[in-house]
């Protein structure tokens, strides 16, 4: 996996994952299977700033390309950060 993040200004950032994988499958006695895939997930996190915590929240649109082409969705993320102590 490999990410790439944009500040936009200094709470909005841009960003982009770029996601493969290879895989085998055993299907029967010595036969196997492979399947491969390749994401690439843009995306925008937002972050509000409070008193004593910042609030995270996040969308990004994963696209299959290649052997994944056609496969899609909407990923939201939500972060809390604050101080431990």
């Known amino acids: 996996m490999t990410v790439v993040i944009g500040l936009v200004n200094r709470n909005l950032n841009a960003?982009?994952?770029?996601?493969g994988s290879a895989e085998q499958s055993v299907v029967s006695s010595g036969v196997t299977e492979n399947s491969n895939s390749f994401i690439i997930n843009p995306g925008l996190r937002y972050a509000i700033d409070l008193k004593n915590l910042q609030i995270v929240p996040g969308i990004s649109v994963p696209i299959g390309i290649g052997p994944?082409?056609?496969?899609?969705?909407?990923?939201?993320?939500l972060s809390f950060e604050h101080n431990l102590f």
């Not at 994944?68 to 993320?77: D, N, Q, T």
């Open 15 to 19: 960003l982009v994952e770029f996601v």
């Open 68 to 77: 994944s082409k056609g496969e899609y969705g909407v990923m939201a993320y």
